[in-house]
């Protein structure tokens, strides 16, 4: 059994990690394997999420006065919380898809994404989003469209001319 210190010490880790925290999702588990753990922790890992199961106890006194406190009535049973310091839409797709092919074991209880309580249903949404990268990956390929047009379209003026003083050389050679 863990000592009062101890306890202490578990508490100010997880409010010093969660304050940095841009989202976090809140699952339960039933019947878990250490395989079925291990494989979830290292997806989480993939993209760059934190991972651990909580006392409740020492979970709601860790999101006080943080943008997960609202979160703090999820925090009953079997409780496990997922974070991340970067990208929501990753964390949000991968938890989503895990705990929907992995029904049996898992179960979804809330998420926040920017200080807001989401359900599964808008975490599917948000996870239905492309990611940030993906995002400016686009954004880059529309700007540099638009400027491979218009080099193209100066580019046609001389080209043309060109041609045709060459067509012009050629009909006079012939005459």
């Given at each position: 059994?863990?000592?009062?210190?101890?306890k202490?010490?578990?508490?100010?880790?997880?409010?010093e990690q969660l304050e940095t925290a841009k989202s976090a999702m809140i699952v339960s588990f039933t019947k878990l394997t250490v395989e079925k753990d291990q494989e979830f922790r290292n997806q989480l890992r993939g993209v760059g999420a934190k991972y651990q199961v909580v006392k409740n106890t020492i979970a709601r006194l860790a999101v006080k006065g943080t943008q997960f406190e609202e979160a703090s009535e999820h925090f009953?049973?079997?409780t496990a919380i997922a974070w991340t310091e970067s990208d929501p839409v990753d964390l949000s797709k991968m938890v989503s898809?895990?705990?929907?092919d992995n029904a049996a074991i898992y179960s979804f209880k809330a998420g926040v994404v920017d200080g807001k309580v989401v359900d599964l249903s808008q975490v599917e949404a948000i996870a239905s989003l492309p990611s940030k990268e993906e995002?400016?990956?686009?954004?880059?390929?529309i700007i540099n469209a638009q400027a491979q047009r218009i080099v193209t379209v100066i580019n046609a003026v001389?080209?043309?001319?060109?041609?045709?003083?060459?067509?012009?050389?050629?009909?006079q050679q012939e005459s």
């Open positions: 059994m863990k000592t009062k210190a101890q202490q010490i578990d508490l100010n880790a997880l409010a009953k049973g079997v898809k895990f705990v929907k995002l400016i990956a686009k954004l880059l390929y001389p080209r043309d001319l060109a041609v045709v003083i060459k067509q012009i050389g050629e009909k």
